[in-house]
């Protein structure tokens, strides 16, 4: 078993996006499982079980469970059933939008990401949004982009970003961790 739950872990790193080596990647980390799975486990937990806080501690089933759910399997067991091979693609888990479907010309949309990001955008229809309001980010009210799905809890593309009618090609919002989303609708 040690084995293979050294392999869950290094599956759990390829997902997060990069090797888990310093107290803020661990809160990260922790974010990350939560919005992926909806469990919270507490970052000294994670800790422990990367080996930055020296204790012997054995994995409980559950922990293996959530892991594996983040890493993209159903549960350990399918984890242990499926060898060596990581999820190279599958069905998105999280609550996404198809934009051109789901969304209204006035819409707006509220985009957050850690550590403090936020973006408020507007629907303009086709696929085409305006940011209204942004803080602690680079994108700036009045920016345009193109974007036609956003998938909770996964890096945001977004396409065609444009300031004041120069192109400053694509853009990615989340990258580590993901970007949450709430819907106002105009209607």
Not at 11 to 29: N, P, Q
Not at 70 to 97: H, M, N, R, T
Request: charged share 25%; proline share 3%.
């Amino acid at each position: 078993m040690k084995n293979k739950w050294e392999l869950l872990k290094q599956h759990v790193e390829k997902t997060f996006g990069r090797s888990v080596t310093t107290s803020r990647h661990f809160d990260l980390l922790r974010e990350s499982i939560r919005a992926r799975t909806g469990v919270l486990f507490c970052a000294t937990t994670l800790k422990r079980h990367w080996g930055y806080i020296d204790e012997d501690v054995v994995p409980r089933l559950h922990t293996l469970d959530t892991l594996s759910r983040y890493a993209g399997w159903k549960d350990w067991e399918s984890f242990l059933s499926s060898g060596d091979a990581g999820i190279q693609s599958g069905p998105v888990g999280s609550s996404c939008i198809d934009v051109i479907a789901d969304l209204q010309p006035w819409d707006t949309l509220l985009l957050t990401w850690l550590p403090d990001r936020e973006c408020t955008t507007r629907y303009k229809g086709d696929g085409w949004f305006e940011i209204v309001a942004a803080s602690n980010t680079r994108l700036q009210a009045g920016d345009t982009f193109q974007c036609l799905h956003v998938i909770d809890s996964e890096p945001l593309y977004l396409d065609h970003l444009t300031r004041d009618g120069i192109g400053l090609g694509v853009y990615v919002c989340g990258r580590e961790t993901g970007v949450r989303f709430r819907i106002n609708e105009y209607r």
